[in-house]
């Protein structure tokens, strides 16, 4: 990639309940991709606060191929989030219809875009989404950096 390229990051956002495994988060990502070929490689996956030390989270990044942030998203910041998905039973709890794309939308804020609507794994302990974050012409993603996200709703990354 060329410096004066735009780059383009993609964010994982994530859904997941306690039994959720590593094998779980992989097989989401595997179908992920068979849709959506671009979600090769991304930069960061972002989670629910609370959620960013799960095993089963910290299993499956630390077998990726490449490396990638994880970025822990405050509950208060899912009600923003324009998602597709529209569950009766996370409208109630979260505010949002889809907590992985609404988590994914604002790990990619300032502008967002989403580029898969939410996943669900056979047992449904996890759930995926995919959104576009596009910030200048840097050859790196600021996210995959470990640098602090610009958005205050977003708490914190960890690499």
Do not use: N
């Amino acid at each position: 990639m060329t410096a004066s390229a735009p780059h383009r990051c993609v964010v994982l956002g994530m859904g997941l309940r306690a039994q959720a495994q590593a094998a779980d988060l992989q097989a989401l990502w595997l179908q992920a991709r068979q849709d959506q070929p671009a979600l090769a490689e991304f930069c960061a996956v972002a989670v629910l606060q609370g959620k960013e030390q799960r095993p089963a989270l910290q299993q499956w990044a630390a077998q990726l191929p490449f490396a990638v942030a994880i970025v822990a998203v405050a509950e208060q910041a899912l009600p923003a989030q324009a998602v597709v998905t529209q569950s009766p039973r996370l409208l109630a709890r979260y505010g949002t219809g889809s907590v992985a794309e609404a988590v994914a939308m604002s790990a990619a804020a300032p502008a967002p875009r989403l580029l898969l609507a939410r996943l669900v794994a056979g047992d449904g302990s996890a759930t995926l989404a995919a959104a576009l974050r596009e910030r200048g012409t840097t050859p790196y993603c600021c996210l995959a950096a470990g640098m602090r996200p610009a958005d205050p709703q977003t708490q914190g990354v960890t690499a």
